[in-house]
């Protein structure tokens, strides 16, 4: 079965750290170019990463420096190191798979998300 | 306050049309990146309705269509259907941020 699921979200306190993973399955997830998209309560969906085939990296502005994307082909996961984490981290955390296709490609599987709580 | 801006809501009756409108700048759909559209219910994983401004997946209903036009793009659903009830999402690609940004978000509720 081709999906994404996601683990490692919890409470944690302001300032702290904490790694998410995403388990991927049913596609080469080598050759994916994969993000992490999040979404604060009440709020919409906002970018935080990416990371292509050949390990290149993005981030968004609101992350940049205290977050950081890898992943582990062997053993097909995509992970989020996520530290210096803030109140306003507080979101579901989505894993995401971009679209083959060329070009910068929609978002075609989401994972079903894991919430990140960010106590001050 | 989002790069893209969508209405925060629309509506309308079982059987009509809607559409939602997501606008950008030179910075992003202006600049000739692809609008992407996507249909969310909460507590669900978010789902690709329309990628590349007009194309829609396999299996999504032709009741979808998409299109684009300078720095706008706009979602139209025909034939509304009360499953239609959703969050929906525009999505492209800032030269400026460099990066991938969302619209806000627009509650479809059908009456």
């Not at chain 1, 990463?49 to 097909?76: H, L, M, Q």
């Not at chain 1, 803030?86 to 994972?111: H, K, N, P, Q, S």
Request: aromatic share 8%.
């Amino acid at each position: 079965e081709v999906q994404l699921v996601e683990s490692g979200g919890g409470l944690i306190q302001a300032g702290g750290s904490l790694r998410l993973s995403c388990a991927a399955s049913g596609f080469t997830f080598s050759n994916s170019d994969m993000h992490w998209v999040r979404q604060s309560i009440g709020k919409g969906l906002e970018w935080v990463s990416a990371i292509g085939p050949i390990d290149d990296t993005y981030y968004s502005g609101s992350v940049k420096g205290r977050f950081t994307i890898s992943r582990e082909v062997a053993e097909n996961s995509l992970y989020l190191q996520m530290t210096s984490l803030r109140a306003g981290d507080t979101a579901v955390y989505y894993c995401v798979r971009e679209r083959v296709g060329g070009g910068i490609g929609a978002f075609d599987l989401w994972g079903r998300g894991t919430l990140v709580t960010v106590s001050s | 306050q989002s790069v893209l801006t969508q209405p925060p809501s629309v509506s309308g009756a079982p059987g009509q049309r809607v559409t939602i409108s997501c606008t950008g700048s030179s910075s992003n759909i202006g600049a000739g990146n692809d609008v992407h559209w996507y249909q969310h219910l909460p507590g669900t994983a978010p789902k690709l309705i329309i990628y590349d401004n007009n194309n829609r997946p396999s299996g999504v209903p032709d009741r979808f269509s998409g299109s684009k036009s300078d720095t706008s793009a706009s979602l139209a659903i025909t034939g509304l259907q009360a499953e239609d009830e959703a969050d929906y999402y525009c999505q492209s690609y800032d030269r400026s941020l460099s990066g991938r940004v969302f619209g806000g978000g627009t509650k479809l509720t059908v009456l």
